[in-house]
């Protein structure tokens, strides 16, 4: 099982989009014990969607679509809460 899982940091008004095989460590991973990438410089993050998939292939192909304009503009209103 696969997640697309998408991050949202209020004080930084940024988001992060990502897949992983496992949600729980690597929601910790992005929030406290990782110590370099992009992440790191916009904690704390929420979990703000999950969407799960039976394949890898599936889960990447929803995150690019996620990356794209339209997939973005679809987070932020869920961000927004509209």
Do not use: C
């Not at 930084?12 to 496992?22: L, Q, V």
């Not at 992440?39 to 679509?65: C, D, G, S, Y």
Request: zero cysteines.
């Amino acid at each position: 099982m696969f997640k697309v899982y998408v991050l949202y940091s209020a004080r930084h008004n940024k988001i992060y989009i990502g897949f992983t095989s496992d949600l729980q460590n690597r929601f910790k991973s992005h929030n406290e014990l990782g110590t370099k990438g992009w992440t790191i410089k916009f904690r704390p993050w929420e979990l703000v969607l999950t969407e799960e998939f039976q394949t890898k292939a599936e889960a990447m192909k929803r995150e690019k679509n996620l990356k794209g304009a339209r997939g973005r503009d679809e987070i932020w209103k869920i961000i927004k809460g509209g």
